[in-house]
């Protein structure tokens, strides 16, 4: 039996979703990178949302929600992996890339994972109020769209949803005193 040769692309493909016991460790590990940099964005005052980006085992980018600091709307913690990565890479395509972000994405950076070819989106807590994977869109999987991305979703999703219930409730409080 003759096996078509996989193209680049297809290979890590290949290896981003080959199936073993240790995915799920390893989508853990990562997601709690990205929670470190969602309990950095609380300290400095930011909705505490962080994201990384992984290729081949490798730590691409690292970043978090900096909507107040840069003063820009688009500052969202996976717009600022997704740019960080193409900086590093020298490339708008990250098609052998993972991207893993503490809350469900919303429909800007959905679009933005969409444009980047990302094949692969981990997730921490659903956000039913402005999530665009599944809670009120399901941008990534549109049949209508010529890109679509596996999505694993609820990966520590208890301590990704406690940073940001933690963070609004503290601002409550402080607005209280
Ligand atoms: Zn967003």
Redesign the pocket.
């Known amino acids: 039996m003759s096996r078509r040769k996989l193209s680049p692309v297809e290979k890590a493909r290949r290896e981003i979703f080959s199936v073993s016991c240790l995915d799920i460790m390893d989508y853990q590990n990562w997601m709690a990178v990205a929670l470190e940099q969602a309990k950095q964005a609380a300290e400095e005052g930011e909705v505490p949302v962080g994201a990384v980006i992984v290729r081949n085992g490798e730590l691409i980018a690292a970043e978090r929600n900096r909507r107040q600091g840069l003063q820009r709307p688009t500052a969202?913690?996976?717009?600022l992996a997704i740019e960080s990565a193409c900086e590093k890479l020298g490339t708008w395509n990250l098609s052998d890339c993972a991207l893993y972000v503490t809350l469900e994405?919303?429909?800007?950076?959905?679009g933005a994972i969409l444009q980047a070819r990302i094949p692969l989106v981990v997730y921490g807590a659903d956000d039913p109020k402005?999530g665009a994977v599944k809670s009120l869109f399901t941008l990534l999987n549109d049949s209508r769209l010529n890109h679509r991305c596996e999505v694993v979703s609820g990966i520590l999703d208890t301590a990704c949803g406690k940073v940001l219930t933690d963070f609004f409730q503290k601002r409550r409080d402080e607005k209280r005193e």
């Open positions: 969202h913690a996976e717009i994405p919303c429909c800007m950076c959905a402005a």
